[in-house]
Structure formats: C-alpha cells, structure tokens
C-alpha cells in the first residue's frame, strides 16, 4: 500500500496506451509492435513533447505522495 499512488498512474497510462493501440490496430491495420512504438516514441516537430513533460510532472508528483504518505506513515507509528 505504500506506492499506490504511483502503481495506479502506471496502471492508468498503460491502459491508455492499450486502448489507443486496439483503436490504431483496428484503424490502421498494421502489426502490433509498429504501433506501440508510433505511440510512445516522440516524434520531432509535434506537439507531443507537452503531453510527455505533463506526464513526467504527474510521474515525480505521484512519487512525491507516495513518499509523503509513507514518511507519515512511519512518523504516527514512532509516536
């Protein structure tokens, strides 16, 4: 229970990558791996560099709860 935090943004993030693959698979028609790579590589002069540092802030965010959850944690049971 300490990294729930965390393993739910992991979580999110892959399932929204799965779902954005099965659309792209069924749309496009093209083998899984080939997909999976357009979607998570970063592709130079698009916009996508905003949704990578989003998601990096929300990553270091999410460690920072779990971090903060489990040090208070720690200090109620010291008490």
């Not at 790579?37 to 929300?58: C, D, P």
Request: a positive charge; glycine letters at 6%; proline letters at 1%.
């Amino acid at each position: 229970m300490i990294i729930l935090v965390t393993f739910m943004f992991c979580l999110i993030f892959c399932a929204s990558i799965g779902v954005i693959t099965v659309f792209d698979l069924y749309l496009y028609n093209q083998p899984l791996l080939t997909i999976v790579k357009a979607n998570v590589s970063f592709q130079r002069g698009t916009s996508q560099w905003m949704i990578y540092s989003v998601l990096l802030v929300g990553f270091c965010y999410s460690i920072g709860v779990d971090y903060r959850v489990r040090k208070n944690k720690k200090t109620s049971k010291s008490s």
